[in-house]
């Protein structure tokens, strides 16, 4: 159907490491969506990809999305405290330029200083 | 510029009580949009608004909730009679109205708990 599935769905690295996380769809999609909550915090944009095979940075972030437009992955180089959270990325549903979003399980990162 | 602003921040109940929640969008932003995130689980879709219409209340779980946006400014949420399962954290979204894309903006959440 129209779920998207993440994994891993908890990850726990030492500072410094690095940490992806997995995004998978039965269905193509139009776009996909990352965002990232804090720990008692509400979800905030972080990126969208659009075309097959994109590929965005944000300084230590990376972004991909499958040649096939089903799945996406984000990836973060030598990570660092700031970055623990939950990360979810999610689709749109419904048709039209909306904010109606299905999002993934979500992947909590936690990072040991 | 203010964000997405909720209210109450947090909200302890008895099952059987009433509750409503508030959400006041960013000024001018059409799309108002209401998801549950309920134990840890995914964030999930309640129902969007532009303006003061309802678009899409698909992921409304039963007619225990209700939502209204009288006015098309902020938007309110009800639960009434509340059960346990509604406990989980609120989230309300906001974005402009345009035919392109526009990220969503999401205000800090009601956590509801129900017991």
């Known amino acids: 159907g129209q779920q998207v599935m993440q994994i891993p769905q908890y990850q726990h690295v030492q500072e410094g490491e690095d940490f992806t996380t997995y995004c998978n769809s039965s269905t193509t999609l139009s776009n996909i969506q990352w965002y990232k909550q804090r720990p008692g915090g509400h979800p905030v944009f972080l990126i969208q990809l659009v075309k097959s095979g994109e590929v965005k940075k944000q300084k230590r972030l990376t972004f991909q999305f499958g040649e096939a437009k089903k799945n996406s992955s984000l990836h973060i180089t030598a990570t660092q405290t700031t970055d623990v959270g939950t990360y979810f990325c999610a689709r749109p549903f419904g048709g039209g330029a909306t904010n109606k979003l299905i999002f993934g399980t979500g992947t909590l990162l936690a990072v040991q200083p | 510029e203010a964000g997405v602003t909720q209210f109450p921040s947090h909200s302890v109940i008895e099952k059987g009580q009433t509750v409503t929640l508030r959400c006041d969008p960013i000024s001018g932003h059409d799309n108002l949009y209401w998801y549950r995130r309920v134990m840890g689980k995914e964030i999930k879709f309640l129902l969007h608004f532009v303006k003061e219409s309802k678009q899409d209340e698909s992921g409304m779980p039963n007619n225990r909730f209700l939502a209204e946006r009288t006015g098309g400014t902020y938007s309110t949420l009800k639960v009434q009679p509340a059960e346990l399962e509604d406990s989980g954290v609120y989230f309300c979204?906001?974005?402009?109205f345009g035919s392109g894309f526009t990220e969503a903006f999401f205000g800090q959440g009601t956590r509801l708990t129900v017991v």
């Open positions: 979204a906001s974005s402009p």
